[in-house]
T-cell receptor
Framework: NAGVTQTPKFQVLKTGQSMTLQCAQD?????MSWYRQDPGMGLRLIHY???????DQGEVPNGYNVSRSTTEDFPLRLLSAAPSQTSVYFC???????????FGSGTRLTVV | RKEVEQDPGPFNVPEGATVAFNCTYS??????FFWYRQDCRKEPKLLMS???SGNEDGRFTAQLNRASQYISLLIRDSKLSDSATYLC???????????FGTGTQLKVEL
């Protein structure tokens, strides 16, 4: 099993550009989330989903959109990239509160 | 104040040593608790869940004190391969929302 797959692994954007970070899981997990990791800040929740068609905001949702049309996929859209969005982005999926989450290998995004 | 606080370290210990990490959390509504391990420039990986009764997985022992809002991780007989950053994590919202500490760095040396 591939687990959680994120693409791309690296991306450089210019300020104002838009892009979509892809995330797919093959474990039939209901729960999926997006986090960003910045030095000294820990991982912070951007958006999450408890199932197909259901999404909600996390701690730092501004500037990002998500949708969940299938159980497997949970893309993250940057609407108009800003330098403050330079970060490492992790997608995660899980099957319930007590079981923890499985993370993808991350996307390193630089906005110039 | 961060919702989950950890000593950033680094903790430099010799191989074979016992090392303990502590973590405090401020949200009394936290429902589940975890330790994750993160290697440099890699994704976090679940090390173990943490229960009030305490739980052990090989050389690793985790403990939760809900009254004090305190979580601990004990690593016995440290190996070089244990060198990593250890993340203390709580969850709320039915487990959908994870809150991460900034991590404690461990370096195990020969």
């Amino acid at each position: 099993n591939a687990g959680v797959t994120q693409t791309p692994k690296f991306q450089v954007l210019k300020t104002g550009q838009s892009m979509t970070l892809q995330c797919a899981q093959d474990m039939n997990h209901e729960y999926m989330s997006w986090y960003r990791q910045d030095p000294g800040m820990g991982l912070r929740l951007i958006h999450y989903s408890v199932g197909a068609g259901i999404t909600d905001q996390g701690e730092v949702p501004n500037g990002y959109n998500v949708s969940r049309s299938t159980t497997e996929d949970f893309p993250l859209r940057l609407l108009s990239a800003a330098p403050s969005q330079t970060s490492v982005y992790f997608c995660a999926s899980g099957s319930g509160a007590s079981y923890g989450y499985t993370f993808g290998s991350g996307t390193r995004l630089t906005v110039v | 104040r961060k919702e989950v606080e950890q000593d950033p370290g680094p903790f430099n210990v010799p191989e074979g040593a016992t090392v303990a990490f502590n973590c405090t959390y401020s949200n009394s509504a936290s429902q589940s608790f975890f330790w994750y391990r993160q290697d440099c420039r890699k994704e976090p990986k679940l090390l173990m869940s943490v229960y009030s009764s305490g739980n052990e997985d090989g050389r690793f022992t985790a403990q939760l004190n809900r009254a004090s809002q305190y979580i601990s991780l004990l690593i016995r007989d440290s190996k070089l391969s244990d060198s990593a950053t250890y993340l203390c994590v709580t969850s709320t919202g039915g487990g959908n929302k994870l809150t991460f500490g900034t991590g404690t760095q461990l370096k195990v040396e020969l």
